[in-house]
């Protein structure tokens, strides 16, 4: 699974950005996109993800102001983000969880795509 992410940008305190990740290669029935984020000297953290029957995540800094959504015929995951603080500053990375169960284990294969930068500033 190849993901190429894309949307980010420089915006305003209090505006708002799309960010979209395409996947492509092998693909799994049972899957999760999502997206992550990471500041220079910190852990890379959840934001949100999506699974392949539409359940959603959140991380608690960005609920209320973040929506992801998917469009499966195009094997894409966006983020629309909204109400952006100087702290959603970070490089955006994508995300594709895959799920295989065999002989009653479950198999998971993770994928990340090279990240985009997203700079709230005024």
């Known amino acids: 699974v190849q993901l190429q992410a894309s949307g980010g940008g420089l915006v305003q305190p209090g505006g708002s950005l799309r960010l979209s990740c395409v996947a492509s290669?092998?693909?799994?029935?049972?899957?999760?996109m999502g997206w992550y984020r990471q500041t220079p000297g910190k852990q890379r953290e959840f934001v949100a993800m999506?699974?392949?029957?539409?359940?959603?995540l959140y991380a608690d800094s960005v609920k209320g102001r973040f929506t992801i959504s998917r469009d499966n015929a195009k094997n894409t995951v966006y983020l629309q983000m909204s109400s952006l603080k100087p702290e959603d500053t970070a490089v955006y990375y994508c995300?594709?969880?895959?799920?295989?169960?065999?002989?009653?284990?479950?198999?998971?294969?993770?994928?990340w795509g090279s990240g985009t930068q997203v700079t709230v500033s005024s």
């Open positions: 995300k594709y969880s895959g799920y295989v169960v065999e002989n009653g284990i479950q198999n998971e294969s993770n994928y």
């Open positions: 290669g092998s693909s799994f029935k049972i899957n999760t």
């Open positions: 999506m699974s392949s029957v539409s359940d959603t």
